[in-house]
């Protein structure tokens, strides 16, 4: 079945630098939506990209859709300790099927 | 204002019971998931039901049963032979376009003690 792996599972980063973090199908994907989850909290969706390339950008975050659709990207720039939590991409194939999720913490 | 409410936020449970997780929404969604979250771990997906009286077992059936008796019902029972209930409960839904992907509550806090 559809495997989404993500990378690193962890990202600690200075505050004001900027990380990315992968996510990888092993099957091609009809498409791949990203979600934050805060600490305590539930996933709250971000975007889902659709096209084979696509980029998104909301703000500081910056997302990206490999051109076979089978890889994804979250760039975060100028890092802010609102970014916290945990980012979960998820592919979807009749159903989503999410990652672990990369954890991110801010060193201010 | 519309949303998706799940209930109990926790839950305590001694082994060999079952217990009822219960979800709501009035987001007029057709479809429903519950997702079983573990630390460290990504969202595994137990059951989910596109359209009322239906419904498909996710990768995590076992131990777990569901109904979808109202559209905007979908409660998950934990039965005694999932070996293994302690977890972090997620419910979902989402219309059938997914373009504003999926609503999640805030989910129920299992714990076997």
């Known amino acids: 079945g559809q495997q989404v792996m993500q990378i690193p599972q962890y990202q600690h980063v200075q505050e004001g630098e900027d990380f990315t973090t992968y996510c990888n199908s092993s099957?091609?994907?009809?498409?791949i939506q990203w979600y934050k989850q805060r600490p305590g909290g539930h996933p709250v969706f971000l975007i889902q990209l659709v096209k084979s390339g696509e980029v998104k950008k909301q703000k500081r975050l910056t997302f990206q859709f490999g051109e076979a659709k089978k890889n994804s990207s979250l760039h975060i720039t100028a890092t802010q300790t609102t970014d916290v939590g945990t980012y979960f991409c998820?592919?979807?194939?009749?159903?989503?099927?999410f990652g672990a999720g990369t954890t991110v913490t801010v060193r201010a | 204002d519309g949303g998706i409410t799940q209930s109990p936020k926790y839950l305590f449970r001694k082994e060999g019971q079952n217990v009822t997780l219960s979800c709501e929404q009035n987001?007029?969604?057709?479809?429903m998931y519950w997702y079983r979250q573990d630390p460290g771990q990504g969202l595994r997906l137990i059951y989910y039901?596109?359209?009322?009286?239906?419904?498909q077992k996710g990768d995590i059936a076992e131990g777990y049963s569901v109904s979808r008796e109202k559209k905007e019902s979908f409660p998950l029972t934990v039965t005694s032979a999932q070996k293994n209930p302690t977890a972090f409960y997620l419910c979902?839904?989402?219309?059938?376009?997914?373009?504003?992907?999926?609503?999640f509550g805030s989910g129920t806090r299992l714990t076997v003690v």
């Open positions: 039901s596109q359209i009322v009286n239906d419904f």
């Open positions: 998820a592919g979807y194939d009749y159903k989503l099927s």
């Open positions: 099957t091609t994907l009809s498409n």
């Open positions: 987001l007029n969604h057709d479809a």
């Open positions: 979902a839904s989402s219309s059938r376009s997914l373009a504003y992907g999926y609503t």
